[in-house]
């Protein structure tokens, strides 16, 4: 008798068992983490090759030429060497060249480079690479820099990598 009440019991546990496997009581308990959405950013119409943002009041009298790689776009930002104020900044479309005129001044050349422009605060969202030039650029009214922005071999801009937040 104490053998049948054992299979009994073993089958009314397994019954039990198959029936709350089945129902998932625990979910209330312990719901599952939900999924976290993808970082991503709200994708917007791209800019005008050659379009500028302009931050200072100063006059543009010195020449730049920016030249960009192929397969990405490009958004170029001069920031004062002392201050980090942005003074000008550009949107370039791969394989582009743009002429202008900037501030006179010295500054730091930030550019990131991307496909989806998602606007100047989220820049290319996070498929964002970006770049800092380690040494200062100078203008001045009778000298501008001509500027080629495409990875080669013994190029002579070398590039330090930022984080998206920090450009």
């Known amino acids: 008798m104490a053998e049948d009440l054992r299979s009994v019991i ?27 959405p993808e970082a ?9 090759n ?3 943002w302009v931050y200072s009041g100063a006059p543009r009298t010195s020449p730049l030429t920016l030249s960009t790689g192929a397969g990405a776009n490009y958004f170029v ?3 004062d060497e002392t201050s980090h104020a942005p003074i000008i900044a550009f949107f370039i479309y791969g394989k582009s060249t743009i002429e202008a005129d900037v501030p006179v001044g010295t500054y730091v050349m930030k550019y990131a480079i991307g496909k989806d422009w998602c606007g100047i605060n989220d820049l290319f969202g996070p498929d964002t690479y970006a770049n800092r030039a380690p040494k200062a650029l100078t203008f001045t ?14 190029g002579n801009l070398p590039v330090d990598e930022i984080k998206r937040h920090d450009f």
Do not use: N, Q
């Open 40 to 48: 991503g950013c709200h994708v917007l119409p791209l800019p005008e």
């Open 141 to 154: 009214i009778d000298s501008g820099h001509t500027i080629e922005l495409a990875r080669r071999r013994g």
């Open 10 to 36: 073993g089958v009314a546990v397994v019954v039990v068992f198959m029936i709350l496997a089945a129902s998932r009581p625990w979910e209330a308990l312990f719901p599952a983490k939900p999924e976290e």
């Open 50 to 52: 050659g379009a500028v």
């Open 77 to 79: 930002k001069f920031e």
